[in-house]
């Protein structure tokens, strides 16, 4: 009977993430159109605002393991939703679409400097605490990174030339909204219930089962977008979508630190983490920068960095 229970929930489980895509999708899709008749560049959609939407289910997964007064979730999913967008969604879509080729408008420094800020909150947590200060520290350097590319490339925001009317039907949007938003706050409450419950079911940490299948489940949206984009037989990538979402996760990351109030213990957390991290971002920007493409065989080794990092945390933990 209790397998058949836990059977069940895990189905139950799945779903809520079918729902995180489903309900994000929407909001995405409702917000890109209203951002593009605002005016927003390419650019700035691309990175900033449609980073942080499909950044939403960890949002709202973290904000529920602060209710449950469980930050390690929050920790472990954010770190692993970040890692998984470069060592495992880009590569998905290099090696079975043929290769990818890496579009951005980005320079060198303003990459190096995006990707420094996706390892900020790795590096932070190298001592295993997290505190208020580096919360504060981690929304700055988001921040800093928004007015360094933006300030180069420009919004494009005009207000004067918008017609409300004609942008925003009225209250129907924020109802639509509203219900996604819902949608998305009680499918992760259920996650991170049935989080904490596998975490005591495997006697493995509960930052271990985040970083490892929660942070998988997180992804979905945009592995769901890389799956598509193999079939379509699209040779492109919007590099910008997946450097924002990465780096709207340290914006996260920081705000919900803040949220907790007191500093973040994370026992589970160790130097082989951080230097797996350091490793995989590092071979995924020496192959995006040599010939501004993802090959099938450099596809393949990063998903065997993936896979070294999922074996390293089940096993060493």
Sequence with gaps: MNFIFLLLKSIIYIFCFYLLWLASGKIVSIVEKIAKKMGFSSFALSFFVLGILTSIPEFSVGINSLIKKKPDIFVGNL???SFYLFTLVIPLMATFGGGVKMVHGLTYKDMIFALIVVLSPIFLIADN?????????????????????E???????????????????????????LVY????????NFIVNQTIEYGKILGAPIFV???????????????SLAIRSIFSR??????????GSA??????????TLLNGARIHIENYSLRTLLVNLF???????????????SVKEGRILLLVAFLFILVEILLN
């Excluded at 938003?181 to 992760?188: D, E, N, Q, R, T």
């Excluded at 996760?249 to 919900?256: E, P, Q």
């Excluded at 995989?280 to 995006?288: H, N, P």
Aim: glycine fraction near 8%.
């Design 247 to 256: 780096a709207a996760n340290t914006l996260i990351f920081g705000v919900l």
């Design 79 to 81: 770190i692993g939703a």
């Design 181 to 188: 938003l819902g949608i998305i706050f009680v499918a992760s």
């Design 234 to 243: 699209k040779k492109e990538v919007a590099l910008g979508d997946y450097l």
């Design 151 to 177: 300030k180069k490339k420009s919004l494009n925001l005009s207000l004067r030339d918008l017609n409300t009317h004609r942008v925003i039907r009225g209250t129907q949007i924020i109802f639509e909204l």
């Design 129 to 149: 605490v997290l505190t208020r200060t580096e919360g504060v520290f981690l929304i700055l350097i988001y921040f800093i990174l928004v007015y360094f590319i």
């Design 209 to 223: 089962v985040s970083i490892v299948i929660l942070a998988f489940g997180t992804n979905l949206p945009e592995i």
């Design 280 to 294: 995989g971002l590092g071979v995924f920007y020496l192959f995006s920068q040599s010939k501004k493409e993802i």
